[in-house]
Nanobody, 120 residues
Framework: QVQLVESGGGLVQAGGSLRLSCAAS????????MGWYRQTPGKQREWVAT???????TYAESVKGRFTISRDNAKNTAYLQMNSLKPEDTAVYYC??????????????WGQGTQVTVSS
């Protein structure tokens, strides 16, 4: 079993910043890509950013230049630094990880989500 736990969400004024964290735990052999997604009521989950084990990070156009994804492999943790927040960034943010488990199975895992609300 693999668990992902997000934290760091909250209420912030437009123009402000938040830093989300996603800690993975459980039967982990290694973690491949980690990513962040977001979802608002009535809409499909939207991809925000991805960070592979190696190589370049990628971002949705809507957040490019404002959000930064990073990871600490020693802690099995990914982060999303969100700056210059806008009301349209309001959503539940979910962490995703592609994990190779100790019994050599690969799968995608999701956290429970953390609410980010940006007031105008």
């Amino acid at each position: 079993q693999v668990q992902l736990v997000e934290s760091g969400g909250g209420l912030v004024q437009a123009g402000g910043s938040l830093r989300l964290s996603c800690a993975a735990s459980g039967s982990i052999f290694s973690i491949n890509a980690m990513g962040w997604y977001r979802q608002t009521p009535g809409k499909q989950r939207e991809w925000v950013a991805t960070i592979p084990t190696g190589g370049s990070t990628t971002y949705a156009e809507s957040v490019k230049g404002r959000f930064t994804i990073s990871r600490d492999n020693a802690k099995n943790t990914a982060y999303l630094q969100m700056n210059s927040l806008k009301p349209e960034d309001t959503a539940v943010y979910y962490c995703n990880a592609n994990v190779l488990t100790r019994d050599m199975n690969i799968g995608d895992y999701w956290g429970q989500g953390t609410q980010v609300t940006v007031s105008s």
